[in-house]
Nanobody, 116 residues
Framework: QVQLVESGGGLVQAGGSLMLSCAPS????????MAWYRQAPGKERELVAA???????NYGDSVKGRFTISRDNAKGTLYLQMNSLKPEDTAVYYC??????????WGQGTQVTVSS
């Protein structure tokens, strides 16, 4: 199984930037697709961005053009560069990893707060 630890969250003003990181441990060679999700208070968890092991990216409509997902396959580390942040981006951001044996792992989440 894979364990995931997110970092990089914090408080930022609207229009600012943050970079989130997700560091895996465990059987990282089994990691296939990785993704960032977020959950705001009172809302369902939603996909922010996903990236396959081969580098194919997929973004949620609300973050296209502002966020960039990337990964280091050698280390297994996942990143999310967030630019032009808006108050509506405020949420807990979670890292997710799917492994090639059919398991899904989640991190504990990191808080991102964007002030207006």
């Amino acid at each position: 199984q894979v364990q995931l630890v997110e970092s990089g969250g914090g408080l930022v003003q609207a229009g600012g930037s943050l970079m989130l990181s997700c560091a895996p441990s465990g059987i990282i060679f089994r990691i296939d697709t990785m993704a960032w999700y977020r959950q705001a208070p009172g809302k369902e968890r939603e996909l922010v961005a996903a990236i396959s092991r081969g580098g194919v990216r997929n973004y949620g409509d609300s973050v296209k053009g502002r966020f960039t997902i990337s990964r280091d396959n050698a280390k297994g580390t996942l990143y999310l560069q967030m630019n032009s942040l808006k108050p509506e981006d405020t949420a807990v951001y979670y890292c997710q990893a799917d492994t090639n044996d059919g398991l899904t792992s989640w991190g504990q989440g990191t808080q991102v707060t964007v002030s207006s």
